[in-house]
């Protein structure tokens, strides 16, 4: 009866945070001629027993039994262990114990079935604000050129697969010679693949070659996942005789809402139809997956209507990544209703809140409606002026879409002011000629003093060669600044109007020339782009600009 009961932990004092660790193990690593057939691991603490056999990779892969005692672990093979073979048994970072707590870093042990250990080792850290949870996928690639050139990572699972802990560093040991792909993955599924478009993904900058005793030191980055398919079109709701609404699998991009983009069929007899333009479309303000769309005549209820996206690429609707919608869900059938639905013209998100303060002098300001708006004259509608000499600033004014006014001022804003915008409501006029309630909306605001703002300027001392533009990264982690800027063909670079604090820097070398970082593609494989993080940790002071500063990043 004893023998039988569940082990765990005395209840009571304080929360318990500290992480478990393994005190005992056996056998030790680097072990040679291991003729046994498990593994002993003892913890420190009561662990999640699944947690832990989820979490434990044995490579090569052997199939294994789990048997706990306490805080003791075995693994037992249920077969055999080849001959002259290295194996690593590693428990990852994502094992917890019975009060949620999770290891700092994974642990590992590494033995031989033969005379030899192989002794190639991967040192490295991965970069990213949340390393937690990733995994570095490592991959044997095939001697073979063109066999290399056609392995595809995602139809292949790594031979190795270690977990990162919340430092981000990591090391695989006991690498056979020969040549290996890396990555650093999110697997969401935990399947031990690589899943295109669902997985955080980030590609090492070249393949490595191990050598026996060799150690290679590196650093990656791990990129979000990148999705590459286009929304597709899940419902409409007929909300009026003349307005209806389209759900959508994901926010589209405001700046590819044309009229054109969408096409209304009319169905009639003998499968006839009449094609009716909208009038409008705007993204809905109470959600963002929907577009209202209005069409100028009501519909006939009588009649049954499609609704399709069209799939030219110069219009047709897209993501925010510039994916267009999907020939497979673009069009649906819906029938209309009689209702009559005026709505009344309102500001749903005004531009900012009153008397907000620190505003940025280049701040452009956003009118968000409830309904489309005509397009026509409002600059008398408008008014941006500064509070300390009541003179007007002139602004500009925008159409984002056809219920987005953008009001931009023609020149920065005066440092450290206070202003007043203001607009006129009953001046504007929806698509259907209703006009607007009588009211006037004021926001009074304050602009940052960028009098007490830094600059730093200088030139990039390196010997790295670089097939492309290098850019550089400036970042305060406190006021979370990261400004990026290209750095000419003399190296020299320049930052103006920073926030005092404490900076550090990022270089990369653009090599496809998107001007931003490429974390590698898995489909038709691409390699990273190389990064460097200097050291330097610079502090700006208020109103202090510093000059000449030599940033260093050389090849070792």
């Known amino acids: 009866f004893l ?9 009571g004092g304080p929360r318990d945070t500290i992480p478990p660790k393994v005190i005992e193990f056996y056998p030790k690593s680097g072990l040679t001629n291991y003729r046994e057939n498990f593994i002993k691991i003892e913890f ?74 192989d002794s190639g080792r991967i040192k490295g850290k991965l970069i990213s604000a949340n390393p937690v949870g990733a995994s570095i996928f490592l991959y044997k690639l095939p001697s073979d050129t063109l066999k290399i050139k056609s392995f595809d990572i995602t139809k292949e699972k790594p031979n190795y697969n270690i977990q990162i802990g919340s430092s981000g560093y990591f090391e695989i040991k006991a690498l056979k010679d020969g040549f290996y792909r890396l990555i650093a993955v999110r697997d969401i599924f935990k399947n031990g693949f690589y899943d295109d478009g669902e997985d955080e993904f980030g590609s090492y900058i070249e393949d490595i070659h191990i050598k026996q005793d060799s150690v290679v030191n590196i650093k990656l980055k791990l990129g979000p996942s990148i999705d590459k398919l286009g929304p597709m079109l899940y419902g409409v709701i007929p909300l009026s005789n003349n307005i209806i609404e389209a759900n959508f699998s994901e926010p589209l991009d405001s700046n590819f809402l044309f009229p054109s983009s969408i096409g209304i069929i009319k169905i009639g007899e003998n499968n006839s139809y009449q094609e009716i333009v909208p009038s409008s479309i705007i993204i809905s303000p109470e959600n963002r997956y929907n577009l209202m769309i209005f069409v100028s005549n009501t519909f006939d209820t009588s009649k049954t209507y499609r609704l399709e996206c069209k799939l030219d690429k ?76 009541k003179s007007d600033e002139k602004i500009n004014i925008l159409f984002k879409t056809d219920n987005i ?77 990261y400004i990026q800027t290209k750095i000419n063909n003399k190296l020299e670079w320049k930052f103006d109007d920073l926030p005092p604090g404490d900076y550090e820097f990022e270089v990369f070398c653009d090599e496809d020339g998107d001007a931003k970082y490429s974390y590698g593609y ?26 000449n500063y030599q940033l260093e990043i050389l090849n070792k």
């Not at 023998?3 to 209840?11: D, E, M, T, Y």
């Not at 590693?90 to 009060?99: A, L, M, P, S, V």
């Open 44 to 117: 420190d603490k009561y662990m999640d027993k699944n947690s832990v056999q989820q979490n434990t990779t044995i490579i090569p892969k052997l199939n294994a039994d789990f048997n706990w005692s306490g805080k003791k672990l075995e693994i037992k093979f249920l077969e055999e262990p080849e001959k002259n073979t290295t194996y690593s048994i590693t428990i990852g970072t994502e094992i917890q114990d019975w009060k949620g707590n999770k290891p700092d870093e994974a642990f590992s042990i590494i033995f031989s079935t033969g005379d030899n250990i």
């Open 522 to 547: 898995a489909k038709e494989f691409r390699y990273s782009e190389r990064f460097f993080l200097p050291k330097d940790k610079i502090t700006l002071k208020p109103r202090w600009k510093l000059e």
């Open 405 to 481: 006014i953008i009001i931009k001022p023609e020149k920065k804003l005066s440092s450290d002011v206070w202003y007043e915008l203001s607009f006129k409501s009953d001046s504007l006029l929806s698509i259907e000629n209703i006009k607007f309630p009588d009211s006037s909306y004021t926001y009074h605001f304050k602009t940052a003093d960028i009098r007490n703002y830094s600059g730093i300027s200088g030139i990039l001392k390196t010997n790295v060669e670089c097939e492309g533009d290098f850019y550089i990264i400036i970042k305060n982690h406190l006021t979370k600044t």
């Open 3 to 11: 023998g039988c009961a569940n082990p765990l932990p005395p209840s």
């Open 314 to 389: 110069d219009i047709a609707l897209r993501d925010s990544i510039g994916n267009i919608i999907r020939d497979t869900a673009n069009s649906i059938v819906f029938n209309p209703v009689a209702k009559e639905l005026n709505l009344i013209p309102k500001l749903v998100t005004p531009p900012l809140k009153d008397s907000v303060q620190n505003v940025s002098p280049d701040k452009e300001f956003y009118f968000v409606f409830n309904v489309p708006l005509k397009r026509q004259d409002y600059n008398n509608s408008f008014k941006l002026m500064n509070l300390t000499d």
